[in-house]
Every structure is written in C-alpha cells, then in structure tokens.
C-alpha cells in the first residue's frame, strides 16, 4: 500500500447513476414500508398511506418506479450498465483473498494486508448480483400479483406471495447490511458521498480501497 | 334455531391476504374489497357455491361445518337411526384426500370408512338421482304437451323448463330473477328427495319411527348445506335431510377417527330399492341431468327404448352448449318434435340465456344450468386442487 498522501478526487459515480440510485433507493423504502405493512396487517402503516387499499395502489404503483427506473438507466447507459455487470460477475484470485479476508471489516479477523480490488470490491459484486436477482424476482412475481390475479392458478398466486415476500425480506436485510457499510461503518462511509451526493470520493481512499481500478484510471488519463 | 339462513355458508375469515383473485372467481360478484383490503361476502348475493372456497389461494375462506354440532352428536346418540348418503361426485373427488389420482373411483371404501364411523344404514344418492330425473323428464313432457295445447297438461308450468337440483343456481334465481321461477323443475334435488324417502318410505320399510331417523348427506357442495336447512323441506312433517357434510369434512373424519382408509376392504352400499340405472353416475358431470332426464323424455314419448344412448353433443366444456334433439311422439302419430336443450355450466353464463326466456325469444325447451364449473365433480364442497397451471 501506498505511503504516498494521494491529493484530489475521482468522479465514481455519475449524475444519471446517482439519480437512478436515489429514485431505486426511495421507491425501495416505500415498498419496503407498505410491504411489511401488508404482510404483518400493520394499520399504522396502512392509515400512513390512505387505509390498506390505497396502501397497496401506492406499493404498486412505487412499484412500477422501481421497474421502469432501473430500465430506463439501462438503456441510456448501455455501455456503463455491461461494464457493470462484467465487473460484478467476473471474480478474480484478489476477490477470492478478499473475501477470506472479509475486507478487513470483521474486527475479529486479523488482516495484513487486503488484496487490491477493482471499482467495486468482491462483497459490493455480490451484493450487486444478489441485488439484480432480488429485483428480477420481485418484479417478476409484483405484476402477476397485480396484473393477473384473476387469470393464474390459486397455487401459483400463492408461489408468487412467498418468492414475492422471501425475496422482499432478503432485500431488505441486504440493504440494511449495504447501508451499515456505506453509511456507518467508520473504513467505508467516506464512499457515501460518492453516490448520495457529488458522486466524488477521496483519491487516496480509492488508490487503497480500489487500487486495481485506480491504476487503470491513471493509466487512461 | 341455525343461522345458515341468514348467515350464509361460507365465510371470509381473518387469513385473507387481500389477493383479490376471490372477486374474478364469485358468480354473483357477491365478494367485496379491492386488492390489498380484506375481503368479505355480502350474504344477500351470495348463492353458497364456494367456488371463492376451494379457489383461495391462501385457504382464508371457510364453510360453516354441521360435522361436530350435528352429525358427531347424531352418531352418539342412541336414540338416532342415522342413515347416510353419498352424492355421485364424492366418490370420484374423495380418494384424492387418501393420495388417490382424481377421479379414481373409491365407492366401496367410502361405504366401508362411513360404517367404521358409525352410520346405521349407508345408502347412495344414484337412487334417487334416478327419481329426479324420472320426475324432471316427466314434467318435461308434461310442459311440452302443455305447451302445444294438448288437453289434460293446463296446470303444468311454460316452457323452457330449467333444471332444479343446483341450489346455488336455484338461490340466484330467487335472488336476481323471480320472475323466471315458474320455469323451473319443481322436482326436489336428489339429495332433498332422499332425505323426504328416508323420512317415509324408509322408515316404514324398516320399522322404524321416522322422527328417530336422522338423515346425512355427504355432498361435493356447500350449497347443499343451505339446501337442507330452507324451512320447505319438511313435507313429511320432518326435515328431509339434517346434516350435510362435503367431500372434504368426510376425509376429516375418517382422518381424524383414525381409519386407514386405503387398506379398507370393499364394501357395497345398502339397498333399498331395486337397482340404479347409472344414469345418476354422469349426474356429476355437466350435461348429467340433462342428458338422463332426455333419455327418460325420449322413451317416454317415443315409445322406444333407446338401447345406445347418443346424446354426446350436449357434452364438452363450453361454458354454454346446445343441441337438438329429434324425438318421434307416438301420442302425436309418429310427429317429429325437435327438442331445443342448453346446458349452461356456471351461473355467471346464465344471464343472456334468462333474458331471452323472458323476452319469450328462446328457443329452448330444457335448460339445465349448473353453477360449478365443470359440474358437481367441481363443487365447492371437494378436495382442494394444489395445482399451479
Ligand atoms: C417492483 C414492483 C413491485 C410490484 C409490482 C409489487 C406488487 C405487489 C403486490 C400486488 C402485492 C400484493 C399485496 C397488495 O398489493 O396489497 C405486494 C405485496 C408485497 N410486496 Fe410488493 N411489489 C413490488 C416490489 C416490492 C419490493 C421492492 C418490496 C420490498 C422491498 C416489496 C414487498 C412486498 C411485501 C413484503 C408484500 C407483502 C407480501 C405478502 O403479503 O406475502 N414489493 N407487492
Ligand atoms: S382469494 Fe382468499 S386471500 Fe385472496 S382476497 Fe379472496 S379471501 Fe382473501
Ligand atoms: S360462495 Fe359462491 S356466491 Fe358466495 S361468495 Fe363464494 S363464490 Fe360468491
Ligand atoms: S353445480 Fe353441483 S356442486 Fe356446484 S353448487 Fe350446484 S349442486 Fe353444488
């Protein structure tokens, strides 16, 4: 590692990525909130949103956002979207170090040295296709609930509620998990400000964090 | 003094997830709430079919049981003569409990399981599924003579005539069409005529004081259970049938007694007249009634006994089908009459069919309407499908 301070910032996340993240991240909590609010029967949470059929016309239709958002982003970015989805779903010997490492994040596993990673590191590529799949699946099985109740088989009606809610609670603690790391724990909130805010993080962090990727950004400046 | 009267059979309970799939499946839209708002049933629409029942993808709809509060209470009194009967789709839908592909016919155990549970005489509805159809052909001809002036058949109802064993299609009648009730069959179901049989007949054959009789149906409907409560059904001064239990509640009670129902050896039913003709076996399916009551009509007024019986057209899955069906009247000297019979399977699918009768624009002269789809075989009384296509 470095012992070199490395001055300036380096743009990681750009304003249209920024924006569909924070559109994708509200409608998530809206759905989230109203989801949990029909499954548990919580009143609270339905008379928040106009009473438990109203609650649900807003579940879906922050549904139909949380759809047509990320596609949107998809095809205005394609270039950006495939090189994202290389970079989450190709893991190299480093990720594999990595991950034995846990990053360096769990206290008690005592790290030397972290092996370098690429823009995103070997945790953020799981959680980034563990992502992609829970949408898939929610957005899979959100619309037949809607759209076709009256026509699917009651069995089948039933399988969508369960992957539906399964994969819902699973999101949800991903996304709390992505938040602790994000936002809180102490070695990675500094990447907060990348994505919620100016979309610029600290060059020295990156250089240590994302070393990999910091070399090839050198390399093409 | 029991509530099904005004209460109605079936029931949303706490469980529904608000799914909504209920409302696209009830007949009668007699189910309200929109996705995302728990569901419940307006009585006074409701026609008991419990097609919202065995459709609910989260079992949240349930049917009032007479199992524990009459028939477990019937069975241990010593003082009950308790006599039971089994519709024709029961025993094609109960094995399916037990394991069983459906339609895989397990009569002989069912008869063999009812006497381990206690039922004094195990009879079988084919019998008077046969009266029905007799009754219901008759009348046909009756109304048809009637209908074309013959003197003698004044008192007899208008054509069409539409079928009478679907209760929730006769309560929709009553309901949403009063005025079409002169056409229909005035002839009891065949579970209300065993009933009044097993409160007459039967206990004079057998010597018993009819008033100890107790008389059980088990039945793939949960309509039949308001059927057997509405209070006109009590011509021999006792209630023709005092307990219903569906497909589903027997499967409990074998369960729940203990019985291994599949290793039971087979068992033949009681009799207490003669033979059925099996036409009460295609009672189940749609076109059932219709095709047997045909058949009666037909050698009636032809004067010939049809040895084959090719009514096929009437047959199939169409919500509604019809066919026409010649029959040389011997009264008539030999005059051809064409029939003009409909099978309406779904009371959704009645609507157009009733507005033409009291438009006087129909041509039909039989109409049978049923109200589950597909028939009896699936009624709201039967084993719950887990199907996912
Ligand atoms: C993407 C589009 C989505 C659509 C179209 C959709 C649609 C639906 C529908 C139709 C229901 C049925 C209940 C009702 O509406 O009252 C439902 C329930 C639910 N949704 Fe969604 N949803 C979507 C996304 C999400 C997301 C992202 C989450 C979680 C963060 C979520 C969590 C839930 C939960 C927990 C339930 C209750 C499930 C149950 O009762 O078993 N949904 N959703
Ligand atoms: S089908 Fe069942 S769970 Fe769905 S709304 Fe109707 S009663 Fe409720
Ligand atoms: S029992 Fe039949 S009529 Fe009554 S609510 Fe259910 S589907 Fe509708
Ligand atoms: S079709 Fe048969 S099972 Fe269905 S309501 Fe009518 S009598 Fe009952």
């Known amino acids: 590692m470095s012992e070199d301070v490395i001055k300036g910032k380096v743009l990681k996340h750009d304003t249209q990525t920024r924006t569909m993240h924070w559109i994708h991240l509200l409608a998530f909590l809206i759905l989230g909130i109203t989801g949990i609010g029909f499954y548990w029967d919580i009143a609270g949470i339905a008379n928040i949103f106009g009473g438990p059929a109203n609650s649900s016309l807003v579940h879906r239709w922050t549904g139909v956002v949380f759809t047509v958002a990320p596609i949107l982003y998809i095809l205005l970015n394609f270039d950006r979207f495939s090189r994202f989805v290389d970079t989450i779903t190709s893991f190299s010997k480093d990720d594999f170090a990595w991950l034995k490492t846990m990053g360096g994040y769990v206290p008690f596993i005592k790290v030397e040295e972290v092996p370098p990673q690429e823009k995103y590191n070997a945790g953020q590529k799981i959680l980034g296709i563990l992502i992609i799949i829970g949408c898939l699946l929610i957005i899979l099985t959100g619309f037949p609930m809607w759209l076709w109740r009256d026509v699917v088989a009651p069995a089948t009606l039933a399988l969508c509620y369960n992957i539906h809610f399964w994969t819902a609670i699973i999101m949800i603690l991903l996304v709390l998990g992505h938040f602790f790391l994000a936002a809180i724990h102490p070695k990675s909130r500094v990447e907060f400000s990348s994505m919620m805010l100016d979309g610029y993080i600290d060059a020295q962090i990156t250089a240590e964090h994302n070393a990999k990727w910091f070399a090839e950004l050198q390399k093409t400046e | ?389």
């Open chain 2, 1 to 389: 003094m029991s509530t099904l009267l005004s209460d109605g059979v079936i029931h949303v309970s706490d469980k529904c997830k608000a799914c909504d799939h209920c409302t696209s499946i009830c007949p009668t839209h007699a189910i309200k709430g929109r996705l995302g708002e728990k569901h419940h049933i307006e009585v006074r629409k409701c026609i008991n079919c419990g097609q919202c029942l065995i459709n609910c993808p989260f079992g949240a709809i349930d049917d009032v049981s007479m199992v524990d509060e009459r028939i477990i209470k019937a069975l241990k009194d010593p003082s009950k003569f308790v006599v039971v009967q089994e519709a024709p789709a029961v025993r094609v839908a109960l094995g399916e409990e037990f394991g069983q592909a459906p339609g895989t016919n397990v009569k002989h155990k069912m008869y063999a399981a009812l006497r381990r549970l206690g039922f004094d005489k195990v009879y079988d509805t084919e019998f008077t599924a046969d009266l029905t159809i007799t009754e219901e052909g008759t009348e046909l001809i009756c109304r048809v003579f009637n209908d074309l002036g013959v003197p003698g058949y004044e008192a007899f109802g208008p054509l069409p005539q539409f079928t009478s064993c679907c209760p929730a299609w006769v309560k929709y009648a009553e309901d949403k069409y009063p005025q079409v009730l002169p056409h229909i069959s005035t002839a009891k179901s065949p579970q209300q005529m065993f009933g009044a049989v097993s409160k007459t007949y039967l206990a004079e054959k057998l010597g018993i004081d009819p008033a100890s009789i107790y008389s059980v149906s088990v039945m793939p409907c949960t309509a039949k259970k308001y059927e057997c409560d509405r209070p006109e059904f009590i011509a021999s001064g006792f209630k023709d049938v005092d307990a219903v239990m569906t497909t589903r509640e027997l499967a409990q009670m074998i369960k729940a007694a203990g019985i291994d129902f599949m290793s039971l050896e087979d068992e033949q039913a009681d009799r207490f007249i003669g033979a059925s003709t099996g036409a009460a076996t295609i009672f189940g399916a749609t076109g059932g009634v219709m095709e047997a009551a045909l058949r009666t009509a037909y050698e009636v007024l032809s004067g010939e006994t049809l040895d084959k019986v090719d009514f096929k057209a009437v047959r199939g899955f169409k919500p509604v089908r019809e066919a026409t069906v010649e029959i040389p009247v011997k009264a008539l000297g030999g005059k051809v009459l064409p029939v003009n019979i409909c099978i309406v399977t779904g009371t959704k699918y009645v609507d157009d069919v009733i507005e033409d009768v009291l438009a006087g624009r129909s041509q039909y002269h039989f109409i049978e309407v049923m109200n589950c789809p597909g028939g009896c075989v699936n009624g709201g009384g039967q084993p719950i499908r887990r199907d996912t296509y």
